[in-house]
């Protein structure tokens, strides 16, 4: 159960091409000195390709996990810094909530800002496809039209309005 819990929640690779090579194939193949040197050679390949990818994933997870310990120890530092008895060490404890508070500040911002950017650009496209014209044809409500029809409109679009 450990394996699947851990599949499931995303801790470990679960979909990966790399793992349908390690499938056994059961059809028997004569020896072949050349085969069998590629084979290892493939084999090794794979293998790099599967630990780069697990090492990315366990990275990936160690930022959240990382950002989820700045915010405790700025909830820490903030309830607690009047129980420091040391000035040095409450000054240096100060600047580093000053610190953390400006970095968990700048991340807010920058999700913010990108959160902003994808709605303009989602109402750029929805402006466009309004206005759009597919064919020489104009667009009425509820008209069916294929994706990439409405995706050169769009560009053009979009294109004009930036020229």
């Known amino acids: 159960w450990t394996k699947t819990f851990r599949k499931a929640n995303g801790k470990e690779?679960?979909?990966?091409?790399?793992?349908?090579?390690?499938?056994?194939?059961?059809?028997?193949?004569?020896?072949?000195?050349?085969l069998v040197s590629n084979t290892l050679k493939a084999m090794k390949r794979v293998e790099e390709i599967k630990t780069r990818r697990q090492r990315d994933l366990w990275e990936k997870r160690m930022e959240a996990s990382q950002r989820q310990q700045v915010k405790d120890a700025v909830y820490h530092l903030k309830h607690n810094i009047d129980m420091i008895q040391d000035k040095e060490v409450k000054e240096i404890a100060r600047t580093d909530f000053e610190n953390a508070q400006a970095i968990i500040a700048e991340r807010k911002d920058r999700k913010k800002a990108a959160e902003k950017a994808k709605l303009k650009k989602k109402r750029q496209v929805e402006a466009a496809l309004a206005s759009a014209t597919v064919g020489g044809m104009a667009l009425e409500d509820g008209?069916?039209?294929s994706?990439?029809?409405?995706?050169?409109?769009?560009?053009?679009?979009?294109a004009k309005k930036a020229a």
Not at 17 to 28: G, L, Y
Not at 148 to 157: E, G, I, Q
């Open 143 to 145: 008209a069916k039209v």
């Open 13 to 34: 690779l679960a979909v990966d091409t790399t793992m349908d090579f390690e499938r056994r194939r059961h059809v028997p193949v004569k020896y072949n000195r050349e």
């Open 147 to 158: 994706a990439k029809a409405a995706a050169k409109a769009v560009t053009k679009v979009i």
